[in-house]
């Protein structure tokens, strides 16, 4: 009984991890976006490199998905893209 709850407690610590990463991933964007909105313009954003980091975001999301991965797994994917 002490085992399956400390795997139960492994479990949810892992999937609060997960999803921890997942909502500290729209952060990653905001200064960017900051920038953007008080310069008022994207001038000097180079649109191949968003782009591709569009594209393997999408991958990696579909891929996550397709294979049925729990959402903490792929969730920064959909969340950054």
Same mark, same amino acid.
């Given at each position: 009984?002490?085992?399956?709850?400390?795997?139960?407690?492994?479990?949810?610590? !892992?999937?609060? @991890? &997960?999803?921890? %990463?997942? $909502?500290?991933?729209?952060?990653?964007?905001?200064p960017?976006?900051? +920038?953007?909105?008080?310069?008022?313009?994207a001038?000097?954003?180079?649109?191949?490199?968003f782009? !591709?980091?569009? @594209? &393997?975001l999408? %991958?990696? $999301?579909?891929?996550?998905?397709?294979?049925?991965?729990?959402f903490? +797994?792929?969730?920064?994917?959909?969340?950054?893209?």
């Open positions: 009984m002490i085992f399956r709850a400390d795997r139960s407690l492994q479990l949810h610590l !892992l999937q609060s @991890l &997960g999803l921890g %990463i997942v $909502a500290g991933s729209t952060l990653v964007k905001l960017q976006v900051v +920038a953007v909105v008080r310069a008022r313009s001038e000097g954003l180079n649109p191949l490199s782009e !591709l980091e569009t @594209l &393997g999408a %991958i990696a $999301a579909s891929y996550g998905f397709l294979h049925r991965l729990a903490s +797994a792929y969730g920064e994917s959909i969340v950054s893209t």
